[in-house]
């Protein structure tokens, strides 16, 4: 496999990272993008999660990271975390992905659909 064009990764799991299973894991390359549950993710992602060549972005990669390796998954190579870069521009931000997609690509967040205002994840910290 010769894939050196960054990959997107983004990790769903429950609770803490290292106590819980992983539930799926979502992947793109900027153009096509899927999500896989876990445990069964195809031989083409674990290869694509372990080459050290290809650059793994990731939303908060020490949580993604962390829940992976404690799964059993692999991964190798560079890595850049978007939440840390736009910590680091915009420090006085909310640095949640459904923000920082909402901010960057003029889109709605996607929590909204689910009469989620917040960036609280499911805390009910107003009703």
């Given at each position: 496999?010769?894939?050196?064009?960054?990959?997107?990764?983004?990790?769903?799991n429950a609770?803490?990272?290292?106590?819980t299973?992983?539930?799926?894991?979502g992947?793109s390359d900027g153009?096509?993008?899927?999500?896989?549950?876990?445990?069964?993710?195809p031989?083409?992602?674990?290869?694509?999660?372990a080459?050290?060549?290809?650059?793994?972005?990731?939303?908060?990669?020490?949580?993604?990271?962390?829940c992976?390796?404690?799964?059993?998954?692999?991964?190798?190579?560079?890595?850049?975390?978007?939440?840390?870069?736009?910590?680091?521009?915009?420090?006085?931000m909310?640095?949640r992905?459904?923000?920082v997609?909402a901010?960057?690509?003029?889109?709605?967040?996607w929590?909204?659909?689910f009469?989620?205002?917040?960036?609280y994840k499911?805390?009910?910290?107003d009703?």
């Amino acid at each position: 496999m010769n894939v050196t064009e960054p990959l997107a990764i983004d990790v769903e799991n429950a609770g803490d990272p290292l106590f819980t299973k992983l539930i799926c894991n979502g992947v793109s390359d900027g153009v096509s993008a899927c999500s896989v549950r876990f445990p069964g993710f195809p031989d083409t992602m674990l290869e694509l999660l372990a080459d050290p060549r290809t650059t793994k972005v990731l939303h908060n990669a020490q949580h993604d990271l962390l829940c992976l390796q404690a799964n059993g998954v692999e991964v190798r190579g560079p890595v850049f975390d978007t939440m840390v870069a736009h910590a680091a521009l915009f420090p006085l931000m909310p640095h949640r992905l459904s923000f920082v997609a909402a901010q960057f690509f003029a889109l709605p967040r996607w929590k909204t659909e689910f009469a989620d205002e917040g960036e609280y994840k499911g805390l009910d910290l107003d009703r």
